[in-house]
T-cell receptor, first 117, second 113 residues
Framework: GAVVSQHPSRVICKSGTSVKIECRSL??????MFWYRQFPKKSLMLMAT?????????EQGVEKDKFLINHASLTLSTLTVTSAHPEDSSFYIC?????????????FGPGTRLTVT | AQSVSQHNHHVILSEAASLELGCNYS??????LFWYVQYPGQHLQLLLK??????LVKGIKGFEAEFIKSKFSFNLRKPSVQWSDTAEYFC???????????FGAGTTVTVRA
């Protein structure tokens, strides 16, 4: 159990266009999902926390108008990179949170490789 | 906010060698601690976690980690590595009651056959 999928796995887009990435929890409901960005040879950087039915909470330095997050259901969160530029090229990873007993864990999706040309 | 430091950027080992990866965190309150692994081309997977209780936790694939509260450390160990342990290893922390994770920079482990 606790499988998280992302779609697409890879996307190439032209500068100035927008790209939507989907994150789904396949076998559990997640009131909270998280979006990370991973640079080559670097750690995961939390971009925002996505809460079902409410606005996302963005980390400091992350442009909320550029990275639009929608969490319309308990199994789906989307990240839209608007007016993408080459510097937005990166590996974007989502995770879905689930409480298990007294513990809380995040389950990670396989990531989406975005290349902006 | 909490921060996490991993001491080793890249570790190269031969099969059957023992592995220990260092992880230290800075946070004054109670924390939950995690080690994740990312195999080449795959997504992050949880190796093990510590929430409370026995500070020596055992995870999957023969890994274990020890929480030493006085040293703010959570080092990962495996007595005998295999070629298939080649991967990126991340230590992560969250404050108790906070769902957000802070990750270390990661350690690349290369196991030579």
């Amino acid at each position: 159990g606790a499988v998280v999928s992302q779609h697409p796995s890879r996307v190439i887009c032209k500068s100035g266009t927008s790209v939507k990435i989907e994150c789904r929890s396949l076998d559990f409901q997640a009131t909270t999902m998280f979006w990370y960005r991973q640079f080559p040879k670097k750690s995961l950087m939390l971009m925002a926390t996505s809460n079902e039915g409410s606005k996302a909470t963005y980390e400091q330095g992350v442009e909320k108008d550029k990275f639009l997050i929608n969490h319309a259901s308990l199994t789906l969160s989307t990240l839209t990179v608007t007016s993408a530029h080459p510097e937005d090229s990166s590996f974007y990873i989502c995770s879905a949170g689930r409480t298990s007993g007294s513990s809380y864990e995040q389950y990670f999706g396989p990531g989406t490789r975005l290349t902006v040309t | 906010a909490q921060s996490v430091s991993q001491h080793n950027h890249h570790v190269i080992l031969s099969e059957a060698a023992s592995l220990e990866l260092g992880c230290n965190y800075s946070y004054g309150g109670t924390v939950n601690l995690f080690w994740y692994v990312q195999y080449p081309g795959q997504h992050l997977q949880l190796l093990l976690k510590y929430f409370s209780g026995d500070p020596l936790v055992k995870g999957i694939k023969g890994f274990e980690a020890e929480f030493i509260k006085s040293k703010f450390s959570f080092n990962l160990r495996k007595p005998s590595v295999q070629w298939s342990d080649t991967a990126e290893y991340f230590c992560a922390v969250n404050a108790r009651g906070d769902y957000k994770l802070s990750f270390g920079a990661g350690t690349t482990v290369t196991v030579r056959a």
